[in-house]
């Protein structure tokens, strides 16, 4: 399957790579309260841009976390959700002290066991200098458990 996103050119940091979305055939309107949700417990989360590389980590996920950054925050809208068969592509716009940002996702995944997040941010104004980034998210499940 060919990327939809573009190369990153500046690194980001991690707290933006908690964004995540599914793939695809027959479109259909999904509501944000049908965002998909992770199993909870330890997740590997690996991030891959193209500026800092690739970054592999360990979090623990709840029930309560959002899957996208921004859903559900006050100064934050999500202004599409649609479905294409598997996937699923979830556009939110934040506004900022500075602005706005606009992160535009594609999911894939049981999220049970594996999810792929590929998100786009833009930045009006940009940021240092950086008018959009990448990132791809792979989620692994590890277990119930989450590490004290």
Known sequence: MKSMMPRLRRAIPLALAGAAIIAGGVASSVCADELPVRRPGLWQLTTVADTIGMKTFETCITAADSILTGVGQP??????????????????????????????????????????????????????????????????????????
Request: charged share 25%; net charge neutral.
């Open 75 to 148: 100064n934050c809208t999500t202004s599409k959700v649609l479905r294409l068969g598997e996937e699923l592509y979830v556009d939110v716009e934040c506004k900022t002290e500075t602005g706005k940002q606009k992160t535009s996702t594609v999911l894939t995944g049981d999220f049970a066991t594996w999810y792929r997040a590929m998100s786009k941010m833009t930045f009006d104004p940009p940021e240092g200098g950086i008018p959009n980034m990448g990132v791809t998210v792979d989620g692994k499940y590890l277990g119930p458990q989450c590490k004290s």
